[in-house]
Antibody, heavy 120, light 103 residues
């Protein structure tokens, strides 16, 4: 079945580079735009970025520009999010999501999320 | 940056009642508005795209309307599984703060 599985979360110290992965299965990964969204404990959703199906176009939320890098490897059905010099306010559950192929906007498949805790 | 304001923050209703949730944008976003449902410990679920189109598999009791700056999500008759938090999102960008629908 269609599935997204995030990995790479855990406890990291402030300033340590963090790289999250998302592995897709059950669909043709290279046909879809993909997105990252996060949710701090007890808070709402925050969109981070999206990347085109080929990986040549990436858009970031203003609050994340310069701090994160989104990339993908279509040969390995994988999506990545790198967070440089994370701070404690980057503590959150990070979700990868598939953008729909039937509308311009909207994410129709989500992973279960990976929890990142930034603490010394 | 376009800001989305959802109201009310909490909606207390009973099963069978009608729920009306609002999402207001700080500037016009045409119909580029998406609604999601999120239950505790779960990932969000796509409900409505392009302001008024139900995503595949979404029950007909969910409907969306609006354009420009004012949008509404309506649940015509609440089922027990509908008690959750609902978020709106504009384009592939900012989310609203959410509305919790509680019993």
């Amino acid at each position: 079945q269609v599935k997204l599985v995030e990995s790479g979360g855990g406890l990291v110290k402030p300033g340590e580079t963090l790289r999250l992965s998302c592995t897709a299965s059950g669909f043709t990964f290279s046909d879809f735009y993909m997105s990252w969204v996060r949710q701090a404990p007890g808070k709402g959703l925050e969109w981070i970025s999206y990347i085109s199906s080929t990986g040549d176009t990436v858009y970031y939320a203003d609050s994340m520009k310069g701090r994160v890098t989104t990339s993908r490897d279509n040969a390995n059905n994988s999506l990545y999010l790198q967070i440089n010099t994370p701070g404690t306010d980057d503590t959150a559950v990070y979700y990868c999501a598939r953008d729909t192929d039937y509308s311009l906007y909207g994410m129709d498949v989500w992973g279960q999320g990976t929890t990142v805790t930034v603490s010394s | 940056e376009i800001v989305l304001t959802q109201s009310p923050a909490t909606l207390s209703l009973s099963p069978g009642e009608r729920a009306t949730l609002s999402c207001r944008a700080s500037q016009s976003i045409s119909t580029y508005l998406t609604w999601y449902q999120q239950k505790p410990g779960q990932a969000p679920r796509l409900l409505i795209y392009d302001a008024s189109n139900r995503a595949p598999g979404i029950p007909a009791r969910f409907s969306g309307s609006g354009s420009g700056t004012d949008f509404t999500l309506t649940i015509s008759s609440l089922e027990p599984e509908d008690f959750a938090v609902y978020y709106c999102q504009q384009r592939s960008d900012t989310f609203g703060g959410g509305t919790k629908v509680e019993i």
